[in-house]
């Protein structure tokens, strides 16, 4: 069993700042990625950022230059540092992480979501 527990949503007017975490435990040999996606009402989810466990990261080119995301890979925790908040990035935010359990099974797992309003 695997938990993911997000905060850091709220409420913020633009050009603000907000710092996303989800932190993951439970039964987790290693962790091969981390990453942020959101989601509007009738629209698909959509990436945000990624970043994999050796890799490089990956940003949508809506969020480059004004998100941030990184991992404490002692904490199991993924991050994402919003700056220069515009109202178009309110939205539903979903961690996902990607990672190999002690049977050496390759699973996937969502956040509940946090909410993150930009207000104009």
Not at 68 to 83: A, C, E, F, G, H
Request: hydrophobic fraction near 30%.
């Amino acid at each position: 069993q695997v938990h993911l527990v997000e905060s850091g949503g709220g409420l913020v007017q633009a050009g603000g700042s907000l710092r996303l975490s989800c932190a993951a435990s439970g039964s987790i040999k290693r962790i091969n990625a981390m990453g942020w996606y959101r989601q509007t009402p009738g629209k698909q989810r959509e990436l945000v950022a990624t970043l994999p466990g050796g890799g490089s990261t990956n940003y949508a080119d809506s969020v480059k230059g004004r998100f941030t995301i990184s991992r404490d890979n002692v904490k199991n925790t993924v991050y994402l540092q919003m700056n220069a908040l515009k109202p178009e990035d309110t939205a539903v935010y979903y961690c996902n992480v990607d990672l190999t359990n002690f049977d050496y099974t390759r699973l996937n797992y969502w956040g509940k979501g946090t909410q993150v309003t930009v207000s104009s």
